[in-house]
């Protein structure tokens, strides 16, 4: 039985969607809860009253981590809030899709700020604290189209592809003082975001999927307990495929 009490979590972009899943699995199991939102503060208010409910410690915090002082900033009030940082779940992202030829500059930046260098950011942030601890457990939250790529998502697929990288290299970095870095590859999950996609691009990539449904938020949140737990403490440098067999 997986067991994370005691341990304290940061989960970026967790006032909805897969992050609030992600927030509310590692709560269940026992860990206190730092919920990072960029926009809705009524949802990251809602989240963090469903993680008391569970009996742990929660607190939401603004930040925007696509800027590096604001998360320097961000990781020395939960450190100081709750006494340390155990998880650091990178979630955070966005979609701003187009094909190529009309993908403005600034799209493609963007994008790339908030889903790469974000998380760039708050490893950055929390990098020294895991050391002196020998301890920690880094999840970045990746995509099927970071392996794949996909057609009118030339900058997502590129920030998720270099989640990847990233992992992989800061696993080398910090395998040595016990710290695990691992990622998950979501496939299609239902979420507000897939939700507002047309129908028919709905059923086209169900259509893909060799189980023929949508994963579910829950179905991310319990590889990243997993990733976070202590029965995965020799695994690092691992991407996860959560998709149904999308991207086999």
Not at 15 to 26: M, T
Not at 71 to 90: C, H, P, S, Y
Not at 103 to 129: C, P, R, W
Request: charged share 20%; hydrophobic share 45%.
């Amino acid at each position: 039985m997986m067991d994370l009490s005691g341990k304290n979590a940061v989960v970026t972009g967790s006032s909805r969607g897969i992050g609030k899943a992600i927030a509310l699995k590692l709560a269940s199991l026992g860990a206190n809860v730092a919920v990072i939102y960029a926009g809705n503060k009524e949802k990251a208010d809602e989240t963090v009253a469903e993680i008391e409910a569970l009996g742990v410690k929660s607190k939401a915090y603004s930040c925007d981590v696509s800027d590096f002082n604001n998360a320097q900033t961000l990781v020395k009030e939960v450190i100081a809030e709750f006494g340390g940082i155990d998880i650091l779940v990178n979630n955070a992202g966005i979609v701003k899709d187009g094909l190529v030829l009309s993908m403005k500059e600034e799209d493609f930046d963007k994008v790339i700020s908030v889903n790469l260098k974000g998380a760039f950011h708050m490893i950055k942030s929390t990098y020294q604290h895991f050391m002196k601890k020998r301890y920690g457990r880094i999840i970045n939250i990746s995509s099927v189209v970071g392996i794949n790529g996909n057609a009118g998502q030339a900058n997502y697929a590129s920030a998720k592809a270099g989640l990847i990288g990233l992992t992989k290299s800061v696993a080398k970095e910090l395998a040595a003082r016990k710290v695990t870095v691992n990622a998950v590859a979501p496939g299609f999950i239902e979420t507000d975001m897939t939700g507002s996609m047309p129908e028919k691009a709905k059923e086209a990539a169900l259509a893909a999927i060799p189980m023929k449904r949508a994963g579910q938020g829950e179905d991310i949140a319990n590889a990243v307990a997993f990733l976070a737990s202590d029965e995965a403490s020799y695994i690092t440098g691992e991407v996860i495929k959560v998709d149904g067999g999308m991207a086999i």
